[in-house]
């Protein structure tokens, strides 16, 4: 791992995440009921829990509806959940603007067309391996791990070396 500071990470201060295909494995789980079930990746939360205790905020964005996501938001503390959002790009102006930030502070990783725009805006983007080409082609970063499968911890991960903070929270375990 290469620890050094990288000024393009430097005035990063809020991380959003898209949920289906990148806090997911992108499958959607349907009993005969019709309740919805998702799964997620432990270490993809432990990563996020490392990001907030180091100062840094998260927000998790969908397009869809989820009572599972919202409860996964909720057991991780994120900063800001957003659901059933068409409009992504515009939505994140909002919470940026009342958190005195603006796309310049802004992580993003998505996986989808709905992410192009906050790919291509964000100060740092990232997506996974198997989203479409026409998407990746948008991202700075695209992980080793699949969404659902690390990837979210490979970025925050990532982040946190990249801004200098990652080994100093080691040195001091």
Known sequence: MDYGID????????????????????KI????NGVEMKTFFVRDGA????VRELGLKVGMISARTSNAAAIRAKELGVDFYIEGCKDKYNALELILKDYGMTVKNLFYMGD???????????????SVPN???YVGAHADIITVK??????????????????GLLLN?????
């Open 146 to 163: 699949e969404g659902g499968y690390g990837a979210v911890r490979e970025v925050c991960d990532i982040i946190l070396e990249k801004k």
């Open 7 to 26: 000024s393009s990470f430097e005035e990063i201060k809020i991380l959003v995440f898209d949920i289906d295909g990148i806090l997911t494995d992108g």
């Open 112 to 126: 989808d067309i709905v992410d192009i725009e906050l790919l291509k805006s964000a100060a740092v983007s990232a």
């Open 29 to 32: 789980y349907l009993s005969e």
């Open 131 to 133: 989203a479409p080409e």
């Open 169 to 173: 929270f080691l040195n001091n375990l």
């Open 47 to 50: 990563g996020i829990k490392l």
